[in-house]
């Protein structure tokens, strides 16, 4: 349709190929955009697959329709160029001239480098730049945690000695180079999207305006229609809340009141040491015997093959002494989510680094499911402590156990925080939000053009709130 | 016991025996003496053969190319200068000067020292007429400023008739260094030529490739069809079941000759079966041509065309499969006139969706240095971002994987070139030539097929000559073309 303008979506990996929170967040904003009457898009991520797919061009399909992959292997995770030059001024030139995108919309520079940006730059002077930020890549070499290398505790804020103190192979200067490079690339986005106000707050304190800094949330991709029509139900008819729920997913009822009266805890994404694996199995090790067996945890770990095979064993082992209250689930797919969650009591979510905006507490929201989460960072703003979930102290083993075993004599207050979850999930507005985003960077940016901020830092007002 | 073995067995005995300092003082004298010796053969003029000190060939191969030509590759150091005389001395013969063609590149080798000299030599040597067809003796000789070396050989017999071309080919490719630099000028003055005159040679001394021409349903009978749709067959002949399975319910087949060359000896068996089994399958008649050898694409499609019956020939890849039926009389339909005058292909897209061919585009590359490349814009991209119109549309180039044209002006233009090796930029020579002689090259981008790319190809046993294959190809059209493509891409408009 020619009356709809047209956004580019460039992400750096495809949620079919890699399953992360910014890959799917691009990805829904992808779909959701080419559904809305305004907007058409087209979706474009790379891959590292082991070979491209067609002979003679770094391009292939997913065979769903305005999507391209591109072939590209960078490893320059400091300076975040691009390896092969000839992706920016051929490859992505190209696509450029091919999709002709009146929005050119980021959602990472990492694995596709920064040039990128300034190619949109030189290939139209005036073609607004959204930017949406996943991590802290930007901010912290340590893969964008903004935790020190040395002991793993939180960084608050990244300066150059600093940074050189958690890298001593690099120097200050090339961290003072570092951060000039990459915003000198940032100059050229009109407005960054920041998943959270924390993460708005960390860019601000950085160096990006923060009136350049728009908080909204990422978009889930929607809930999986059935594919074959409604099933006919065999279930009794439900009323009230349960009613709303999907019936498809329903599991069956459980089959003893001892099973009934049973916690559920689930905890889902990649097992990893700054994901708190450890540190939730060392809190479910310190609880007394009588609350845990009251326990049923199901562990739902993304990337356990990439683990070496000692610490597979160990977490085995520390899962195995626990005893069979907690279960270890491999990787999951999206779509299951919501089965996942049924009949689930409580989500942990227990990072120890800051996150962003954890596509699962999303998830949980999304489900009604209370969580009980770290107290810092943008779980602790995600999750309300007391209405929408409980905070424990953030990498302290001890608290997060007193918070689960608090949790499971707690039906009641369970499920008075269940509805205030369901209360809060407002997809519509979300989606809403994004629409008059894409709809500000037409009218607006193009004609006011690029705010420039070279100005240098200077008082970055408090409440960047007022941007969201 | 090797030399080096017995050496370090001797070293070790003498240090035993005289103690370390006199066996280290003793090595160190005979290092200056070997070093001294070196320097008087080379000043001397006397032959160095193998690895002396300052002076050295080695890795020489000798490959007669054609009754004169003969390709000498080799690996020589003379010392840090550039080489200043270079001649092949054969007995009662004046000498041969071989420097003026004489290109030197970095071996593998070369490349992982420090110096940077480039040791590798390719030259084409002209020999002298009527020698007798037995191996001569002859020498080599190279001089670089005060050094000099001289290497005794034999030169092998002019290659026999029989011998078959492409094994030769592919032994000169494999010759080839692996690395890209300098690669446009050891093409230009050694490996180039070299291919071209044995091509050349083996193409007049074998006979014409024919073969026998088999009908399966229904024998061809009344007046001649409106198009022959001519369909190359290498490696594998099951594309032939998938192909006639979409062609049989496809009304526009029915004034169709549909004709497979088989150009691959090795599955003349398991095509018969196969064709025995779909003539009693399905009711869709077609011809298929067994070729004796492999002879390659360019000649596959013209012994096709000449077995032809049809007013137009439609030449298609075997691994082009169509989206819709219809599609031919749709192509005939995006042409506002009859396709006399035309070369009209169709949109290609891969299994994916995306772009495979939607006209090809002649770019001169600096990473080929200068040579031609035939580009295909938007390959890869999803289709639906290029625009589809109603008519067909103006290219520089089109594929040969989908070709529509007419008899009459496959005539005129004399069939596919088959000087290219195998089968690469036949496709796009034929649309210069058709440039040249006033054709349009369109396309119907409202038709749509897909192509397996490569599916087919990737059946040639696949390594580095393949890879130089496309090199020669291309370097080959370069050579023909460039001036009328300098011409082209400077022309602010085509069509």
Known sequence: MADRARVLIVSHGHPDIDRGGGEVAAHALHRMLQGSDRFESVFFARHDE?????????????????????????????LFRQDDERRVWREFREVLETVQPSIVHFHHYLHLGLELLGEVRRWSPDVPILMTLHEYHAICHNDGLMVRTRDRTLCHRATPADCSRCFPS??????????????????????????????????????????????????????????????????????????????????????????AARTRLAVFGRISDMKGTPLLLEALALLPPSPRDRLEVDIHGTGLSRLSRRT????????????????????????????????????????????????????????????????????????????????????????????????????????????????????????????????????????????????????????????? | MTHTALRRQLYREGKRLLGPDRMARLRARSFALGRLAGRQAARTGDAVRGRGRGAWLDSLQLEHIDATGLLITGRAVLGSMPLDGAELLIEGEPPIALLPGLTRFQTQDDRRRRDGNARGFAVLAELPPGRQASPLPARLRLSAGCRRLEHRLVLPAPARIDRDPLAQVRSILNRVPAHRDGRRALFDHA?????????????????????????????????????????????????????????????????????????DPRLHASTRALSERLARCQDLPFSVLYLSRNSGYACANNAGARHARGEHLL???????????GWLSEMYASLPGPIEGTLLGSRLLYEDGTLQHDGMRFESADSHEGQWLNRHPGKGLPAELFPAHRLAQPRQAITGACLLLARSDWDRLGGLDEAYLLGDFEDSDLCLRARQAGLRIRIATGVTLFHLERQSQALVSQGRWKEMLTYYNCWYQTRRWHGELTRLTEAPAHG
Not at chain 1, 206 to 224: D, F, K, M, Q
Not at chain 1, 228 to 252: F, H, W
Not at chain 2, 229 to 251: K, L, M, N, T
Not at chain 2, 315 to 325: E, H, I, K
């Open chain 1, 312 to 468: 597979r064993w160990r977490l085995e082992r520390s899962i195995k002494r626990l005893g069979p209250g907690v279960r270890l689930h491999g990787s999951y797919r999206q779509e299951e989510m919501p089965q996942l969650l049924d009949g689930v009591d409580w989500m942990i979510v227990p990072s120890r680094w800051w996150e962003n905006s954890p596509m699962v507490i999303q998830e949980a929201t999304r489900q009604g499911v209370p969580v009980i989460t770290a107290n810092i960072g943008g779980m602790a703003e995600k999750v309300v402590d007391g209405r929408t979930g409980w905070h424990f102290r953030a990498g302290d083993a001890r608290s997060l156990a007193r918070t689960i075993e608090r949790a499971s004599g707690a039906r009641g207050s369970r499920d008075a925080l269940s509805r205030h979850v369901v209360a809060a999930w407002r997809p519509d507005r979300v989606a809403q939000a994004h629409l008059a985003l894409h709809e500000a960077a037409l009218t607006t940016l193009t004609a006011v053009g690029a705010l420039d901020d070279r100005s240098g830092p200077t008082a970055w007002p408090e409440d960047i709130d007022r941007a969201a």
């Open chain 2, 315 to 325: 030449l298609l890849n075997s691994d082009v499969l169509p989206c819709a039926p």
């Open chain 1, 170 to 259: 690099r120097s200050e200067q090339d961290f003072t180079l570092r951060e000039r490079y990459i915003k000198a690339f940032f100059s050229h986005v009109h407005r960054f999207v920041a998943p959270s106000r924390f993460l708005a707050q960390r860019y601000a304190e950085w160096g990006i305006a923060a009136e350049r800094i728009t908080v909204l949330e990422n978009l889930l991709p929607p809930e999986p229609a059935p594919v074959i029509g409604p099933e006919p139900s065999v279930e009794p008819m439900r009323t009230g809340d349960e009613a709303a729920r999907p019936s498809a997913t329903r599991p069956e009822t459980p089959a003893s009141p001892q099973l």
């Open chain 1, 50 to 78: 082991p070979y491209p797919t067609h002979p003679g061009t770094v391009f292939s399909g997913t065979g769903q329709p305005s999507e391209i992959l591109m072939h590209s292997r960078t490893s320059d995770r400091f």
């Open chain 2, 191 to 263: 490996f180039g030529p070299a291919i071209e005159r044995l091509w050349n040679a083996a193409r007049q001394r074998r006979a014409p490739v024919d073969g026998t021409l088999a009908h399966y349903g229904r024998p061809p009978s009344g007046p001649a069809p409106r198009t022959s749709v001519i369909v190359p067959v290498y490696g594998r002949c099951d594309f032939i079941e998938h192909q006639i399975a979409h062609f049989s319910f496809d009304p526009d087949f029915a004034d169709v000759q549909l004709l497979y060359v088989i150009d």
